[in-house]
């Protein structure tokens, strides 16, 4: 599991490095989706780590290869919090935006935007909302150590 979860932080130090390096002096929808796709591979680490807990006690023998019977399998598992299912529902967030039609807006500006259509209403990313996604994510990582009782090995 710890494996898992150093993947994760890795994951979260590229992310880092795309929105404050690499956005910062492309200004491109291309950088952006590419930090998405990054944080969407975060999120795929921290769900397996958490998989992989439940396998050890034994609750649950086999865990799916598709990320989305994964999500339902720690939906179903972990049932009982609801902060966890609020990180689930962002993790489908990220996936259906990644895989979503985009258009862009003010590219190469301060305030480039990928503007895509999930469902029947618009969603726009711009370095802001990537911002917001980023926190979300550490806060993915904080909670799941939590979870796996790793928080007190930071100290």
């Known amino acids: 599991m710890k494996d898992y979860l150093d993947n994760v932080k890795n994951e979260l130090k590229r992310v880092d490095h795309i929105i404050y390096v690499s956005l910062k002096y492309t200004r491109t929808v291309d950088v952006i989706k590419h930090a998405l796709d ?5 999120f795929d680490f921290g769900i397996e780590a958490l998989l992989q807990k439940v396998k050890r006690r034994r609750k649950t023998l086999e865990i799916p290869d598709q990320p989305l019977k994964k999500c339902e399998l ?4 972990y049932k009982d919090d609801q902060k966890l299912s609020e990180f689930m529902d ?10 979503a039609e985009y258009t862009k ?10 503007i895509a259509k999930v469902d029947v209403r618009t969603v726009e990313v711009s370095i802001d909302v990537l911002h ?6 550490k806060d ?16």
């Not at 990054?38 to 975060?42: G, L, P």
């Not at 917001?132 to 994510?137: L, V, W």
């Open 38 to 42: 990054r944080m969407i591979s975060a």
């Open 105 to 114: 807006r003010e590219e190469y500006r301060r305030h480039v935007t990928m």
């Open 132 to 137: 917001e996604y980023e926190k979300m994510m």
């Open 90 to 99: 962002f993790y489908m967030l990220l996936r259906i935006l990644s895989k």
């Open 140 to 155: 993915f990582v904080e909670y799941i150590e939590q979870l796996l009782g790793l928080a007190e090995e930071k100290l």
């Open 74 to 77: 720690v939906r179903t598992l």
